[in-house]
């Protein structure tokens, strides 16, 4: 048992250090967008900044009568009513923030593109 325990440790510490790789480094710090980035929210929470946005291209999303769907990973994924974003997308570019529950791919925020 106390080797499981040592063992945590550093699973617990990369794990952690992980989860800070895929916050802002500073590549964006100067871009006029920033704030509107930073400001973007959906129902399920913040979208967080462009690095973590993902570009869909046209054969990645679809909209069928005001619902998307989104292709992430090779999965076609239903894009929640809260998760859309309705303000203007001022990047002019699809792009959809995910997360994974159980190992699927799940949409935080979406926001269809304006130059389609």
């Known amino acids: 048992m106390p080797a499981m325990r040592r ?3 550093p699973i617990c510490l990369l794990l952690l ?3 800070t790789l895929a916050r802002d480094d500073g ?3 100067n871009s006029p967008l920033k704030p509107w980035f930073e400001g973007l929210e959906s129902e399920f929470g913040k ?3 462009d690095s973590d946005a993902y570009v869909l291209s046209e054969p990645d999303w679809k909209s069928d009568h005001g619902q998307y ?3 992430i990973d090779g999965e076609w994924v ?3 009513d809260g998760a859309l974003l ?3 997308n001022l990047t002019g570019r699809t792009m959809v923030w995910k997360h994974y ?3 699927h791919p799940r949409v935080r925020c979406f926001i269809p593109g304006s130059m389609t």
């Open 78 to 80: 239903l894009v929640p």
């Open 7 to 9: 063992a945590a440790v």
């Open 86 to 88: 309705r303000q203007p």
């Open 27 to 29: 590549r964006y710090a």
């Open 17 to 19: 250090t992980t989860a």
């Open 69 to 71: 769907r989104v292709r």
């Open 47 to 49: 979208c967080c900044e």
């Open 101 to 103: 529950i159980d190992g």
